[in-house]
Nanobody, 124 residues
């Protein structure tokens, strides 16, 4: 069973950048599809991005396309989310998620393993 720990959140001005990291342990990382989700205050947790096990395909929600990049390093058991040109609407708790298998889901229920989340706050 994999455990996930996110890091890299913080406070940034609009237009700035952050890189989130998610370190995995307790499982064979390369067997897991990985995803990033976020939850803003008063809203449901939503899909942000996902990446296949072998790093061949990535998927993004429309609002972050061209600004965010998901990547993974299977040798380091880590998945990343590079976030550029941030805006206040990106303010949320960001969660790393893992799914055992090939399918790269976009629903919360597609993922069985979750980190504790890291806060990202973008000021205007």
């Amino acid at each position: 069973q994999v455990q996930l720990v996110e890091s890299g959140g913080g406070l940034v001005q609009a237009g700035g950048s952050l890189r989130l990291s998610c370190a995995a342990s307790g499982g064979t990382f390369s067997l897991y599809t990985m995803g990033w989700f976020r939850q803003a205050p008063g809203k449901e947790r939503e899909f942000v991005a996902s990446i296949t096990r072998s790093d061949t395909k990535t998927y993004y929600t429309d609002s972050v396309k061209g600004r965010f990049t998901i990547s993974r390093d299977n040798a380091k058991n880590t998945v990343y989310l590079q976030m550029n040109n941030l805006n206040p609407e990106d303010t949320a708790v960001y969660y790393c998620a893992a799914r055992l298998g090939v399918y790269t889901g976009y629903r919360n229920s597609d993922y069985g393993y979750w980190g504790q989340g890291t806060q990202v706050t973008v000021s205007s």
